[in-house]
């Protein structure tokens, strides 16, 4: 099946910026939409943003002006440009792939960020 593969997850400090990238195992243009979710520890997985194959994005109201979900057809990879990082944004962040016709996406390993001073 379709591999996910993140990797620019760590530790920074408040005020400061990351960027994540998705490395999918095949063509990024053949999914619906690309996304990145978020579970930080007892709470819920919630969306933080994703891209449609137009180029038209959604975010979460809490990362909205400061995070930037982008995407490179040619690499094949998604990336979420995160700045301004508050405490709150600290998550496993996931890589998402949402498929025309079946019901079962495909996930990233998910990786740590980590905002704390």
């Known amino acids: 099946q379709v591999q996910l593969v993140e990797s620019g997850g760590g530790s920074v400090q408040p005020g400061g910026s990351l960027r994540l990238s998705c490395e999918a195992s095949?063509?990024?243009?053949?999914?619906?939409?690309m996304g990145w979710y978020r579970q930080a520890p007892g709470k819920q997985r919630e969306l933080v943003a994703d891209?449609?194959?137009?180029?038209?994005?959604n975010y979460a109201g809490s990362v909205k002006g400061r995070f930037t979900i982008s995407r490179d057809n040619a690499k094949n990879t998604v990336y979420l440009q995160m700045s301004s990082l508050k405490p709150e944004d600290t998550a496993v962040y996931y890589c998402?792939?949402?498929?025309?016709?079946?019901?079962?996406?495909?996930w990233g390993q998910g990786t740590q960020v980590t905002v704390s001073s």
């Open positions: 998402n792939a949402k498929r025309w016709l079946l019901e079962s996406d495909y």
């Open positions: 095949r063509s990024i243009d053949s999914f619906r939409t």
């Open positions: 891209i449609a194959r137009s180029g038209a994005t």
